[in-house]
């Protein structure tokens, strides 16, 4: 059993009680983890709090190079961290190890931005004086991660946040806790209580983190849904929030693309982690006039991508994360089958996998906005695939929707891959390349999709607070001073 890590140290949970692991590909316990609660919130505050003066006072170099050093242990552990993340996930082998370096990519990405980084001198209003900005931390930030990306996400987070000068407090979502607990190795150079990890469920471990008073900042990714309820909790310590929240993506597919890498794109982008992704097509616009040749196309594609346990090197597609939500997604087809959608590929679990919550990638033609389907972030591999006639409908389509997290276009025409990216109701842009992150890019949603940015300048940006100081350093008697008696 892992352990909770709380000021540099190993320690069980106040409350004694502990959560199970289960590897959604075989259904069996990986491992158990610390349920723990408020008082573990309390302890791991207090241990973050005693830490943030002497890291806000660690010079930049000396904090950035430590981030390097966090980013060279995560390399070192990459075979070990990749398995874990794939016994709690059930993602593939493959693509956890480039997580994992994408994640100490990110380390030394906020390592050499912090570098240089530290406000500016502005013009000041008279000769004599010194006018400065400068960009302080926030103080300490709660880091609450997703089950869907429990590495990478909180890479995202943790790194600009002590970047800055923050020290953290991480809780991994109740699913995916084992890789986060690993996480000491990344980082016990760093000084005591600068990070600590704590597990829980959201209702209580997330809730206490997110009302807790000495805590000022709440870093979340998430869905919308918690996201409200965290805005609504924070809203009576006036918090600084980032929130990364559900998406429902459109991609669009013009008559003038490549359409064969058009649907592999597509397939790719709608069954990466069995659609787990907060950036998955969910909702599919193909051009009428090439409309018939894409869906056989995709849909044939579709039926080859072999299903399977993330341990295999061979699997394409992986389970869900839980028998809820593969059920809910099989419910969410059954239902659309009844509002009229087809399904031409997929559509049911596969046969011949007995364990685990798969659920074979699925293709719905005929789909229609006004299906529930389309009403609530789907979050599993199903790919609802529509006609358009004009590109200005296929705009008006995708930009019919709560959410605005990202999107693409596949298209070779300049004039309208413009029009797109002026007009398209996102955060992130992808033309004909879908869901490719940098680590200089930012990353966010508009809409019901979340507040804030991660990554790029912006992410770092999140984790600071700007203070203007005006000096007069001849402090002398000023024509526009009130002229008090002597
Ligand atoms: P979730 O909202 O159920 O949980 C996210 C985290 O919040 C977990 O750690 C959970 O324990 C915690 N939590 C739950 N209730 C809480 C509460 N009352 N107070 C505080 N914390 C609480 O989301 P999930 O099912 O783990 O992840 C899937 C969702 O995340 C999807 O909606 C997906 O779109 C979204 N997501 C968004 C992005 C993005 O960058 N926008 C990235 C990945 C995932």
């Known amino acids: 059993m892992r352990k909770l890590w709380i000021d ?3 320690t069980d949970g106040a409350t004694g009680q502990t959560l199970q692991v289960v590897d959604p590909a075989t259904e069996e316990v990986v491992d158990v983890v610390p349920k723990g609660g408020p008082l573990d919130v309390d302890r791991a505050v207090a241990a973050a709090k005693r830490a943030f003066p002497g890291w806000k006072r660690t010079p930049a170099l000396a904090r950035a190079e430590m981030l390097v050093e966090s980013a060279r242990r995560l390399r070192q552990n990459k075979e070990e961290f990749a398995v874990t993340l794939t016994r709690e996930t059930g993602r593939t082998l493959r693509k956890n190890r480039g997580y994992v370096d994408w994640s100490a990519t990110c380390f030394d990405y906020y390592a050499g931005l912090i570098r240089d980084r530290r406000g500016r001198v502005i013009p000041s209003a008279a000769p004599g004086q010194l006018n400065l900005v400068l960009k302080e931390p926030l103080g300490i930030v709660g880091c609450i991660v997703p089950f869907n990306y429990p590495l990478m996400l909180l890479a995202w987070k943790v790194a600009p946040a002590l ?3 923050n020290t953290v407090v991480i809780k991994p979502a109740s699913a995916t806790p084992l890789l986060t607990l690993d996480l000491h190795r990344v980082f016990d150079h760093l000084p005591k209580g600068v990070v600590n990890i704590i597990t829980g469920s959201g209702g209580e471990v997330g809730d206490a983190l997110v009302k807790h008073p000495d805590v000022p900042c709440i870093a979340f990714t998430g869905s919308t849904s918690t996201g409200q309820h965290i805005y609504r909790l924070a809203a009576d310590g006036i918090k600084k929030l980032h929130l990364e929240l559900g998406g429902s993506d459109a991609a669009i597919i013009c008559a003038d693309c490549d359409l064969e890498a058009a ?22 616009y193909v051009e009428q006039s090439v409309y018939r040749r894409f869906l056989e196309r995709f849909a044939d594609l579709t039926q080859k991508l072999v299903v399977g346990a993330g341990m295999d090197e061979r699997t394409e597609v992986t389970p869900l994360i839980g028998r809820k939500e593969r059920d809910q997604v099989e419910a969410r087809v ?10 031409v590929a997929g559509g049911r679990r596969p046969p011949q996998l007995s364990k685990g919550w798969f659920y074979e990638p699925t293709v719905l033609a ?4 006004g299906m ?11 790919a609802p695939i529509m006609p358009f006639t004009t590109f200005d409908e296929a705009l008006h389509l995708a930009n019919d929707s709560p959410y605005g997290l990202g999107a693409t ?19 992130n842009v992808w033309v004909n390349d879908p869901l490719v992150d940098n680590p200089a890019g930012p990353f966010g949603g508009m809409k019901m999709s979340g507040l804030g940015r991660e990554l790029g300048e912006e992410g770092l940006e999140e984790f600071q607070q700007t203070k203007h100081v005006h000096w007069d350093i001849e402090a002398s008697i000023k024509p526009w001073w009130y002229p008090l008696p002597e």
Do not use: M
């Open 366 to 369: 005929d789909a229609r906005h």
């Open 409 to 427: 276009l596949f298209s070779s025409d300049a004039k309208k891959v413009r029009r797109y990216f002026e007009e398209i109701e996102a955060g």
């Open 8 to 10: 540099r140290e190993f």
């Open 263 to 284: 649907a592999r794109a597509v397939a790719w982008t709608a069954f990466l982690n069995a659609g787990q992704v907060c950036t998955s097509a969910e909702r599919v």
């Open 334 to 343: 059954a239902q659309a089958q009844k509002e009229g959608a087809r399904v």
């Open 372 to 382: 529930s389907l389309l009403e609530e972030e789907i979050f599993g591999p199903v």
């Open 163 to 165: 970047a800055a000068g």
